[in-house]
């Protein structure tokens, strides 16, 4: 199983972007999704996550109310929604997948099997 981030780039505060996922197996709906990012020189850092079989999302304080994540099981596809992007949110933001991810580890990253190759996001202030 392969992931593909793609989506990052530069923009002013406020503004948005949509990260997209894209998987190369037909693993979607068993698995559990997560988003993460990482600045240099700092720990990675929980975004968003979704459990196995879909159900609720769930977000990082920093950013709920203003990352959206969905997927789209017909495309092979989850997506992160930005919006109202601060300078904070600076870093690079990595998909990862797994298949025994249980509700009390959907933060962790070390529970994730499979990860993408991280796409930059830059926000300028």
């Known amino acids: 199983v392969q992931l593909q981030a793609s989506g990052g780039g530069l923009v002013q505060a406020g503004g948005s972007l949509r990260l997209s996922c894209a998987s190369s197996?037909?693993?979607?709906?068993?698995?559990?999704w997560a988003w993460f990012r990482q600045v240099p020189g700092k720990e990675r850092e929980f975004v968003a996550a979704?459990?196995?079989?879909?159900?609720?999302?769930y977000y990082a304080d920093s950013v709920k109310g203003r990352f959206f994540a969905s997927r789209d099981s017909a495309k092979n596809t989850v997506y992160l929604q930005m919006d109202s992007l601060k300078p904070e949110d600076t870093a690079v933001y990595y998909c990862?997948?797994?298949?025994?991810?249980?509700?009390?580890?959907?933060?962790?990253?070390?529970?994730?099997?499979?990860w993408g190759q991280g796409t930059q996001v830059t926000v300028s202030s």
């Open positions: 197996g037909r693993i979607f709906s068993t698995y559990a």
């Open positions: 990862a997948a797994g298949s025994s991810v249980i509700l009390s580890s959907l933060r962790s990253g070390s529970a994730y099997s499979y």
């Open positions: 979704t459990g196995r079989n879909g159900g609720r999302t």
